[in-house]
C-alpha cells in the first residue's frame, strides 16, 4: 500500500500528510527490522527530503540499517 500511495503522494504534492502518515505506521508496526520497514522508512525518507533534509538523512540511514539486516 505504501509502495502504492508513494507516487500519489508525490505527484499531489501531499509530502506532510504522507509523513503523517507513515510515522503513524511506523509506530503501531512494532520494532522488528523487516523489508517491508525498511520500504516504509525509505518512503517516509524520499518525502521527507523535500521540506527536511536532515530529518530524511536520519530515515535513509535507518533504512539502509535494516535493509543490510532484512
Known sequence: M???LH???VARVYWREANGWLKRLLAVS???D???RARTMYVAGHITNYY???QARSLAEDCLR???RA
Open 66 to 68: 535494516l535493509d543490510s
Open 2 to 4: 505504501v509502495k502504492s
Open 52 to 54: 527536511d533534509p536532515t
Open 7 to 9: 507516487r500519489y503522494w
Open 34 to 36: 523487516t523489508p517491508i
Open 30 to 32: 512494532g520494532t522488528e
